[in-house]
């Protein structure tokens, strides 16, 4: 009996990593072209989605980034595929960023083979990536496990033919059912942009129904748009998408965000992988920015690596306009770019108000600039004390001219070394005995430099300097 090919669509495939092992190369190797050398740094910085056919079959891959910093990226590209590739090189075997990657699969629930790359290079042994592998519960064919493994070089193309089978055959085992005639269509954004002069740009993944030139798309029950260009993974126009098919399309009346569940209907559905980041509480004591970056993938990746340690006023994607200008005075924050871009006119703008814009094309660079901002902000705002401790003066004595304090500790603890007003603590003693540190409840005789007048009754707070 023939295959009904109308029962099945192509399985999505993710792949996954530790940086620099390789993923890209591979995606590279398989559709023939040359994004990884176009890449800066050589690593990705956006998820894209591509479709290839092999023996007449379609197979949609979606690249993850590599960089730690992208790992909320990773897990989400874990959950909208079919079937995972762990890609481990074969010189570094298991790394961080390889079990933080075992893990979104195992959370993600799906099908996954072990590829080894690199194995061409001299002195490699794969094998031991297995023991490797089998110490963090994941165990391969041969090897005490049923997880398909893969040996491959990116670099020459060895393996790959065999890998691409392994797929095919997986995805056949996991029958994956053909639901084009869905109604309504539904999609999963994969990475959205704003373009200077195409606007808001959106990479949509098909996972039901059909979408069309002209049909009207929706999140959830807000229209967003209207699809007047479709364009498929090579960059060629099309006019319908199935599911498992990626494809960019312009139109949209605002940018998505990455994650977001795209319909041609009004629906319930609502984003699953939204953020919010407008309305953060805004501390003194941290750098304020507003954030601008290329595209929403690499905008949320940011956020969420540096959590609460810098005050986002705003963050958005594209070029930088008056209106983030306008931001960054109220709040005396500064901008920072992640491959974006600022007009000569908003420039000259931001120059006139002293509004500092600094770009990155590198994530690295971007987090460390970041970091020494902070450092100087706190080196800046001088010596920081806080009360470590409360003392109670008992009685006071004058021994040669030296003001000894006889005291107890109410709470806390308190050191040497430690301020009391503007003076320090230079003394504690219990008897002849000299002390380190004394605690809630001890009795002990004091010393400060330069001595203050204290009563009996006192009582008076012990502060210590803060790192």
Known sequence: MPENISATRPPVVTILGHVDHGKTSL?????????????????????????ITHDGKKITFIDTPGHAAFSAMRARGGKVA?????????????????????????????????VVNKTDLPGVNPDKVKTDLANNDVYVEG???NIPICFISAKSGQGIPELLEVVLLLAELEELKNNESDNPATSIVIESSLHPQKGPLATLLTKSGTFKKNHELF???????????????TGKQIDVATPSTPFQVIGLSDVPTVGDIITNQKTTVTAIASIN?????????????VLKSDVQGSLEAIIGTLGDTINIVSSSVGQVTDGDIEMAISTGAEIIGFNTKINSSVARRAEIEKVRFTN???????FDYLKEVQVKMITDRGPVYEEVGKIKVLKSFNFSGTIVYGCSVISGQVKIGDKVQSSTIVSLKNGKVDLQNVSEGQEFGLVLKP??????????SATSLVE
């Open 143 to 145: 090897y005490g496990g």
């Open 451 to 460: 001595a203050l007048t204290l009563s009996e009754g006192d009582i008076i």
């Open 27 to 51: 995606l590279d190797r398989i559709r023939n072209t040359s994004v990884a050398s176009g890449e800066v740094g050589g690593i990705t910085q956006a998820i894209g989605a591509y479709q």
């Open 360 to 366: 990155f094309k590198i994530i690295y660079q971007l």
């Open 82 to 114: 079919d079937i995972a590739l762990l890609i481990v090189a074969a010189d570094d075997s298991v790394m961080p960023q390889t079990r933080e990657s075992i893990d979104h699969i195992k959370k993600a629930g799906i099908p996954f083979v072990v």
């Open 277 to 289: 980041t407008s309305s953060r509480d805004q501390d003194s004591a941290k750098p304020s920015i």
């Open 219 to 233: 999140a959830g029950p807000k229209n967003i748009g209207k699809i007047r260009s479709m364009i498929d993974s």
